[in-house]
């Protein structure tokens, strides 16, 4: 059964970093697309980030481009996503999910990822 379980989330003033992890358990993750998407109350699900099998395939929503960088160690089955200069929003969970193909597709949909983690929230007050 896979498992993935993100953590590092939490309450954070506008401009400060932060660096969510989610470790996947169940499968090896070496092969697959990981993506990072986010929700905010009374909002849809948004794309923020995903990475391909090695760090030059990836993908970000312009509203993060050049603030997030998503990474991975595939020794360790985990990814992560390094938030910089967070923007004072809404707070928002932030979900870990993978695409288990073996190859590499830009802007997964949701509906092309298997496997969803519980969600991790991230608060910037305004």
């Known amino acids: 059964q896979v498992q993935l379980v993100e953590s590092g989330g939490g309450l954070v003033q506008a401009g400060d970093s932060l660096r969510l992890s989610c470790v996947v358990s169940?499968?090896?993750?070496?092969?697959?697309?990981m993506a990072w998407w986010r929700q905010a109350p009374g909002k849809e699900r948004e794309f923020a980030a995903q990475i391909g099998w090695n760090a030059n395939l990836s993908n970000y929503a312009d509203s993060v481009k050049g603030r997030f960088t998503i990474s991975r160690n595939n020794a360790r089955n985990t990814v992560y996503l390094h938030m910089n200069n967070l923007l004072p929003e809404a707070p928002a969970v932030y979900y870990c999910?993978?695409?288990?193909?073996?190859?590499?597709?830009?802007?997964?949909?949701?509906?092309?990822?298997?496997?969803w983690g519980q969600g991790t929230q991230v608060t910037v007050p305004s």
């Open positions: 169940g499968r090896n993750i070496n092969g697959w697309t």
């Open positions: 999910a993978a695409d288990p193909r073996p190859y590499y597709r830009p802007f997964v949909t949701q509906s092309e990822l298997d496997y």
